[in-house]
């Protein structure tokens, strides 16, 4: 129960603030959008994707040092755990020099991945927007980001999560003046940086204060660093991979389509990335305690656990998948405008994405947890070369559709199968069948239950944001009560029935 309460207690914090990051960005976005025009989103949007291209350099060490501390942290052992901050502290050290060695060797290639210089605003400096985001990232390994692990091995990432709500709040309040008042975007990209080391000192101060007795020093033995160094290793390919596949996209649309098309396909993709990071609270929430129970619980009990947590993902997936597709048009139209809008065929094509993407992520939760990096370490590659090829193909054959149906098919076809293999052949000795069986069953059942809610829906008017709350009234009752209706009777909802009221019990 102490591993569910913590849970409980991060992923309250959690949607917290991720609700807090999707209104306020909301805002930004939506001010931006009008007061300085459509070209300034692509441009945050392309910079954003090389620097995560950079991030590479990280190569998955933080993954590896928060799972290397789990069992030091059951064994109460101080001095192991200083010994891998001190590491953790160096790795990042190098980390952070590398990444600004290479973003300043790679910088003639910038104006390539621009479709035309005429997009790019007539008051911007490529170039300059270029350093500004990238000493950002630098910032962020360079001041103290590896005592988050602390809070992160602890299940204390509510601490993290209350930090970066006040840091947040700082920066939209400035950035919103800044695009109002001086409609500088130098200095909106200053206040990303200066917020950005304040959140380091305060996460480093809270971590001091709640763990006093951890601090870098000490040396760990030569099997440990193996272990941690092929960790690393491992972790390099889902790190390229998943920087292939989080960065293709838009460096793909704004290579052969533009800046303004990759713009308005962000503002689609922002919304619904708005929803992945709130549902991504209840895995990050979760990581730490499914990695303990792993370590202390039998086989049995932690198969039971997958098949309950699925079931959560599941009902709280297909409500997510039901609302964007009854609601996405409509509020697009309110918040950019018909001019700036999709085809509905391109909702249905993000839908299906976010729905594919939350059950990926499902499954990458349980094998970051269970740290089976070294059996997983060729999948994330090859799915994201797949991914990229078919980006580069269907791009110029059926445009904006083919980069949201290349993810798909390359996660679908490749990435799934071929991850189910790893977690039931690393933590579960059997029940694969059964439990692909169950998660076809929760798809089918979404299916159903998007169709009847979005017939039902479009008979109500569309126009203003008070109709747009009516049909998410109208969705909330249908929807839910259609996955009642077809759940009830499952053995996960008297499981997962059982563990609300004890955390109630609990509370109470």
């Known amino acids: 129960m102490s591993r569910v309460e913590n849970a409980s207690r991060n992923v309250i914090f959690g949607i917290l603030l991720r609700g807090y990051q999707v209104i306020l960005p909301f805002i930004i976005r939506t001010v931006m959008l009008y ?12 910079f954003g994707s090389i620097l995560w291209v950079l991030n590479l350099a990280e190569l998955g060490v933080g993954s590896a040092m928060v799972y290397s501390m789990y069992q030091p942290i059951i064994d109460k052992d101080e001095e192991q755990i200083c010994a891998l901050l001190k590491l953790y502290r160096t790795y990042y050290r190098v980390i952070g020099a ?3 060695v290479v973003g ?15 997009e790019i605003p007539s008051d911007i400096d490529i170039y300059v927007v270029y350093y500004l985001n990238l000493f950002c990232t630098v910032m962020t390994y360079w001041l103290f980001a590896y005592k988050n692990s602390l809070l992160m091995a602890h299940q204390r990432t509510d601490i993290s999560s209350k930090v970066t709500i006040l840091t947040n709040t700082i920066l939209y309040g400035a950035q919103i003046l800044i695009i109002i008042f001086l409609r500088d975007y130098y200095m909106y990209l200053v206040a990303s940086i200066v917020t950005q080391i304040i959140n380091n000192f305060l996460i480093a101060y809270w971590s001091k204060k709640m763990y006093p ?13 193996s272990k941690i160094t092929q960790r690393i290793k491992d972790l390099f390919t889902m790190k390229l991979g998943n920087v292939i596949v989080s960065t293709a996209d838009s460096i793909v649309i704004s290579m052969f389509l533009g800046l303004s098309i990759l ?14 990071s709130i549902v991504k609270v209840f895995f990050v929430s ?8 792993i370590l202390v619980e039998s086989e049995e009990k932690n198969y039971v656990d997958l098949k309950k947590f699925t079931f959560i993902i599941a009902w709280i997936t297909g409500f997510c998948s039901v609302c964007l597709l009854c609601l996405y048009q409509p509020f697009m139209t309110i918040w950019t405008g018909k001019d700036l809008l999709l085809g509905f065929s391109a909702v249905v094509c993000f839908v299906i994405y976010f729905y594919v993407d939350q059950f990926n992520q499902l499954f990458l939760t349980y094998k970051d947890a269970a740290g089976i990096w070294h059996e997983d370490r060729f999948r ?10 078919l980006n580069i193909i269907l791009v110029q054959v059926i445009g904006i559709y083919g980069v949201l149906l290349s993810t798909v098919i390359s996660v679908v076809a490749v990435g799934m199968p071929w991850i189910l293999h790893n977690i039931f052949t690393t933590i579960f000795s059997k029940g694969i069948r059964q ?25 109500l008017p569309d126009g203003n944001l008070l109709l747009i709350i009516l049909k998410l009234v109208a969705v909330t009752i249908v929807s839910n009560l259609l996955f009642l209706l077809s759940y009830h009777k499952l053995e996960e909802f008297g499981l997962t029935k059982d563990m609300v009221m004890r955390i109630i019990k609990r509370k109470s």
């Open 35 to 46: 007061y300085m025009g459509i070209e300034y989103l692509g441009l945050n949007s392309l």
């Open 435 to 459: 439990y692909v069986t169950r998660v076809l069953l929760y798809t089918f059942v979404t299916v159903v239950v998007s169709l009847i809610t979005y017939l039902i829906c479009a008979l």
């Open 104 to 118: 300043v060797v790679i910088t003639p290639l910038i104006p390539m991945l621009i479709k035309t210089d005429t």
């Open 98 to 100: 590398v990444i600004a």
């Open 286 to 293: 979760a990581m730490a305690g499914i990695g303990n129970s």
């Open 263 to 276: 713009g308005i396909y962000n503002n689609y993709y922002y919304i619904i990335t708005a929803v992945m």
């Open 380 to 389: 994330p590659i090859i799915t994201a070369l797949v991914n990229l090829a």
């Open 213 to 225: 007795q951890y601090s870098p020093k000490g040396e760990l033995d030569k099997i440990t660093k």
